[in-house]
């Protein structure tokens, strides 16, 4: 019998957006740089965050696998 895991990896950009690759958007959760603390994710995969000047955004990126 399979049994679910949860697969995650950590992806960033520059700049306010970054977006979760296809198929892994199942938990993302974000960070932003600039001592940021106000996002939100849009389309349920890609984190924004809300401060101006960002100079990078991070997000945890995560889907339920099997093992």
Request: charged residues 20%; neutral net charge.
């Amino acid at each position: 019998m399979a049994k679910a895991r949860l697969l995650c990896q950590d992806v960033s950009a520059r700049g306010a957006l970054v977006s979760c690759p296809a198929g892994e958007n199942t938990f993302p959760s974000c960070a932003c740089g600039m001592a940021c603390g106000s996002w939100d994710i849009r389309s349920d995969s890609t984190c924004h965050c809300q401060c101006g000047g960002i100079d990078w955004t991070a997000a945890r990126c995560c889907k339920i696998g099997l093992e």
